[in-house]
C-alpha cells in the first residue's frame, strides 16, 4: 500500500492530492488534500529527525523526550510547533525517514489529546493544525496502515469538532476568517460532508464580504493580513475546483479584490511598508502569491476604504497612511500612525515607520504602536490614538485594542505643474489638545524631489487647549541609509546602498539626528537614526521641508567630484 500511495501523491504533486483510492469504500474517510502554497525546506527535515526544534529564533533540542511535553521558550515557538506548519519541510525531504519520523510525531501528539496545552486550543493556532494536518496527510498516511489511518482520522475530527465549538469565542479579524477557512477545508477534504460544506462555504462568505473592504484592504487595515489571508484562501479556491465544486462568488471577489493591494504595498526593494502591525515581508510567500496575480500592472494610487494613498513618480515611491483607526474590536495590532508615510527611491528604503517584530512583539508592542514610532507629527509626545492601558481590561478584551483617535481623516490629491500634490489631515489631536494635523505633500514629476509641510491649526473659532504645546515631526530612516547632519544644523545628508545622495533639509528649523529602531528587520530590531524636528506651536505652528536627490548621487557624476576634489563619501 505504502509503495501505491507514493505513487498516488507524486502524480498530483501539482496541486490538491486526491486520497479516496488510498482507502476506498471508507464512509469516514479524507478524498484529498489540498495544496500548501508555504515554502519548504527540505534541509530542515534533517534538523527535525535529529530532535531539534527551531521557530522563531529559538532552539528546542528534545533529548529523547516528546517535543509537546517540553517547556516551550516562548509563546511564538509553541504557536509555530503547535500549528505542525513544519511538516512541510518533512514532505518535502520525501524520504522514508522523513515519513515515518513525521508519522511518529502526529501519532504523539493525537495519541494525548489531554496534554494542558492552552496555546494548542487557541482559535488560531487551531485552524492553523487543521489545515496542517489536511494539506500534510499523504505525507504522514503514505506508508502508514488502516490502523493508524483510523487513529489519524480520529484525532483529526476531534480538532475538526472543537474548532467547530470555538466558533463562539473566537477574535475578530484575521483569526475567525482563520477558523472558516479551516472549517472548509475540512468540510471539502473528508467525505459525506455535504451539509458542513453548505454551512462552512456561507459563513466564509458573509465574513469575507464583512472582513475585505471593496478596494481590496482589510478591515484592520494591517498590510499582512493580506499574506496571511491569500495563503491560504488560494488553494481553497483550487480545492473548490478539485471537488467540482464552483467556489463561493465571496471568494473569488475577495481574492481578485486582495491581490493588486499586494502590488500597492509594495517598496522598490519588494518590501510591505510598514503599518498597523505589518513586520518583516516574507518574501518567500510575497513571491508566491504574486505568482498567481494575472494583472500585473502598475499599483493602484488611492486606497479610499482602507485609507492609504502611494504617489509614484520616476523612481519614487511615497505611501501614506490616510485612514481613520480599524473598528476597536479587530484593532489590537493597529497602530497610531495617521499621516506617516514611508519613502523609497528605487530599490533602496529611505523613510519608514518602525514596524513590528515577527518574534517578541510584547516586548515592544507600546513602543511600536504609539506615533512616535512612525513618520509623522507627534503633539507633545503623545499618540494620536489612545490604546486600553488597564491591566485588568486587557486581559478582558484579550488585548489592547483602540479606545479613540482621529475620527475625520481627509485627504485630497491634485496633479500640478509641478508634479503631484497630496494634502491629507487628521483631527487625532482636536479633542485633548484642541489642535488639527494638517500634512501637505508633493511629489516632482521625475521623482527626485518631495516637498511636505506639517501644520497645526486650531479647530475654526476654537483655541489651542493647555499649556504643553511642543510638537515634534520624525522621519526615521532605514537602517540602510547612512545619514550625516549638515554643518548648518538645517539639514542631513543621506547615503544610500546604491550610492545615491539624498539631502533632507528644513531651512527654517533646526534638525536633529537622533537614534532610533528599526523592528522589521528579518534578523530582529535593528539600531538606525531618525530625523526630528522639534517647535513649539504658540510660536511656529507650520514646518516646511524637502528630501531632494542630489545631482551628485549618480554614477556619471563621480569624475565631476573628483574633479573639485570632493571626498568620497564613507559607506
Given at each position: 500500500m505504502g509503495r501505491f500511495a507514493r505513487n498516488a501523491m507524486a502524480r498530483a504533486s501539482g496541486g490538491s492530492v486526491a486520497l479516496s483510492?488510498?482507502?476506498p469504500g471508507r464512509t469516514d474517510r479524507l478524498?484529498?488534500?489540498?495544496?500548501?502554497?508555504?515554502t519548504a525546506d527540505a534541509t530542515r527535515a534533517a534538523e527535525v529527525y535529529a530532535g531539534r526544534f527551531v521557530f522563531a529564533g529559538k532552539i528546542v533540542t528534545c533529548h529523547g523526550r516528546s517535543v509537546f511535553d517540553l517547556e516551550p521558550p516562548s509563546e511564538d515557538w509553541e504557536v509555530n510547533l503547535l500549528g505542525f506548519g513544519w511538516l512541510r519541510h518533512l514532505r518535502a525531504a520525501d524520504t522514508a525517514i522523513t515519513r515515518a519520523n513525521a508519522r511518529s510525531l502526529v501519532d504523539d501528539w493525537i495519541s494525548n489529546p489531554h496534554r494542558k496545552r492552552p496555546i494548542g486550543r487557541r482559535a488560531d493556532v487551531l485552524a492553523r493544525r487543521v489545515i496542517s494536518l489536511l494539506s500534510q496527510a499523504p505525507l504522514v498516511l503514505g506508508d502508514t496502515d488502516g490502523k493508524f489511518y483510523r487513529r489519524y482520522l480520529r484525532g483529526l475530527t476531534r480538532e475538526i469538532r472543537f474548532l467547530r465549538y470555538t466558533m463562539l469565542d473566537i477574535p475578530d479579524g484575521v483569526p475567525?476568517?482563520?477558523?472558516?477557512?479551516?472549517?472548509?477545508?475540512?468540510?471539502?477534504?473528508?467525505a459525506n460532508q455535504a451539509r458542513h460544506i453548505r454551512t462552512a462555504t456561507r459563513k466564509l462568505s458573509d465574513e469575507l464580504q464583512r472582513q475585505?473592504?471593496?478596494?481590496?484592504?482589510?478591515?484592520s487595515r494591517n498590510p499582512g493580513a493580506l499574506i496571511e489571508l491569500l495563503i491560504d484562501l488560494l488553494p481553497l479556491r483550487q480545492t473548490f475546483a478539485a471537488r467540482n465544486i464552483a467556489p463561493p462568488p465571496a471568494l473569488l471577489n475577495a481574492i481578485d479584490r486582495m491581490m493588486p493591494m499586494l502590488r500597492f504595498f509594495r517598496h522598490g526593494d519588494g518590501s510591505f511598508a510598514l503599518f498597523n502591525g505589518m513586520s518583516g515581508t516574507p518574501s518567500d510567500l510575497l513571491a508566491t502569491l504574486l505568482a498567481y496575480d494575472d494583472t500585473h500592472g502598475t499599483p493602484m494610487v488611492n486606497m479610499p476604504h482602507t485609507g492609504y494613498q502611494r504617489l509614484d513618480a520616476g523612481a519614487m515611491t511615497v505611501i501614506i497612511d490616510t485612514g481613520a483607526p480599524p473598528?476597536?474590536?479587530?484593532?489590537?495590532?493597529?497602530?497610531a500612525g495617521c499621516l506617516s508615510f514611508e519613502l523609497s527611491s528605487g530599490p533602496s528604503r529611505i523613510v519608514t515607520n518602525c514596524g513590528m517584530p515577527a518574534t517578541g512583539r510584547d516586548n515592544w508592542r507600546v513602543f511600536a504602536r504609539g506615533t512616535p514610532a512612525h513618520s509623522t507629527l507627534t503633539w507633545h509626545g503623545t499618540s494620536s490614538c489612545q490604546?486600553?492601558?488597564?491591566?485588568?481590561?486587557?486581559?478582558?478584551l484579550q488585548g489592547s485594542p483602540i479606545v479613540s483617535g482621529p475620527a475625520n481623516v481627509e485627504s485630497f490629491r491634485e496633479a500640478v505643474t509641478n508634479g503631484m500634490l497630496l494634502t491629507t489631515s487628521h483631527d487625532g489631536y482636536l479633542a485633548k489638545f484642541g489642535v488639527i494635523h494638517q500634512r501637505v505633500l508633493m511629489v516632482s514629476h521625475d521623482g527626485t524631489r518631495l516637498d511636505g509641510e506639517d501644520t497645526l491649526n486650531p479647530a475654526p473659532g476654537g483655541r489651542i487647549k493647555g499649556s504643553d504645546t511642543d510638537y515634534a515631526v520624525r522621519f526615521h530612516l532605514h537602517p540602510s541609509v547612512k545619514a550625516s547632519r549638515l554643518s548648518d544644523a538645517r539639514g542631513v545628508m543621506l547615503v544610500l546602498p546604491n550610492r545615491d545622495v539624498w539631502t533632507f533639509e528644513a531651512l527654517d528649523d533646526k534638525v536633529e539626528l537622533e537614534d532610533s529602531v528599526f523592528?522589521?528587520?528579518?534578523?530582529?530590531?535593528?539600531?538606525t537614526a531618525q530625523i526630528v524636528i522639534r517647535q513649539d506651536s504658540r510660536q511656529v505652528s507650520s514646518i516646511r521641508w524637502s528630501f531632494v536627490r542630489s545631482s551628485t548621487s549618480a554614477s556619471a557624476t563621480t569624475a565631476k567630484r573628483n574633479a573639485r576634489r570632493e571626498p568620497e563619501l564613507p559607506l
Open positions: 483510492r488510498l482507502w478524498i484529498i488534500a489540498p495544496h500548501d502554497l508555504r475567525r476568517l482563520q477558523v472558516l477557512i479551516a472549517l472548509c477545508y475540512a468540510s471539502l477534504c473528508l475585505i473592504l471593496p478596494d481590496g484592504g482589510h478591515i473598528p476597536a474590536n479587530v484593532s489590537h495590532d493597529a497602530h490604546f486600553v492601558e488597564l491591566s485588568a481590561m486587557k486581559r478582558l523592528l522589521a528587520g528579518n534578523d530582529g530590531p535593528r539600531r
